[in-house]
T-cell receptor, first 113, second 111 residues
């Protein structure tokens, strides 16, 4: 157990729908990062939050949004889902806002049908 | 744009042999590098890191080598075991910003 908790582990939904993925960082970590990993692809950075504020944005679609709450958990919202959104979504956390390595959760596997 | 990449997408080795996984990076300003291991169905797991002021760092059965001249990073695994079978990613950042991951190399260990 890495200490980073992601729920749900698996999610199957239809095209056009909206889903919310949840991440609880390791105790004491202030930064949360979201990554997308498509089949046999590398990790694509989506967005970073630090202590409730957006810090960096990667290749995140306009249909996707995220937020970090006062208790530091984060949610990634995916809307108007398309088949191509099927992927593993990972959350990672670190104690600081700089990218000096972080701890990943076990991911949410999203399947859009 | 600048990116991190890998020379070999797949690597198959015999159990007990040493493994070498390579990674090329193009951002000469990168100053921090990490190797992650990802087993099937799991999230990436930190293996070892190295800063740009070093050219070698050793862990338990793993060694990371950094050649800044040719912008090349490698991960050496000694006495490879079946449990080492996984996808290995290199990642790099610059001054703590923009952690970028390579595409990954799949290591298969044959018994």
């Amino acid at each position: 157990d890495s200490g980073v908790t992601q729920t749900p582990k698996h999610l199957i939904t239809a095209t056009g729908q909206r889903v919310t993925l949840r991440c609880s960082p390791r105790s004491g970590d202030l930064s949360v990062y979201w990554y997308q990993q498509s089949l046999d692809q590398g990790l694509q950075f989506l967005i970073q939050y630090y202590n409730g504020e957006e810090r960096a944005k990667g290749n995140i679609l306009e249909r996707f949004s995220a937020q970090q709450f006062p208790d530091l958990h984060s949610e990634l919202n995916l809307s108007s889902l398309e088949l191509g959104d099927s992927a593993l979504y990972f959350c990672a956390s670190s104690a600081i806002q700089l990218n000096y390595g972080y701890t990943f959760g076990s991911g949410t596997r999203l399947t859009v049908v | 744009g600048e990116s991190v990449g890998l020379h070999l997408p797949t690597l198959s080795v015999q159990e007990g042999d040493n493994s070498i996984i390579n990674c090329a990076y193009s951002n000469s300003a990168s100053d921090y590098f990490i190797w992650y291991k990802q087993e099937s169905g799991k999230g990436p797991q930190f293996i070892i890191d190295i800063r740009s002021n070093m050219d070698k760092r050793q862990g338990q059965r793993v060694t990371v080598l950094l050649n800044k001249t040719v912008k090349h990073l490698s991960l050496q695994i000694a006495a490879t075991q079946p449990g080492d079978s996984a996808v290995y990613f290199c990642a790099e950042s610059t001054s703590g910003r923009d952690m970028r991951f390579g595409a990954g190399t799949r290591l298969t260990v044959k018994p």
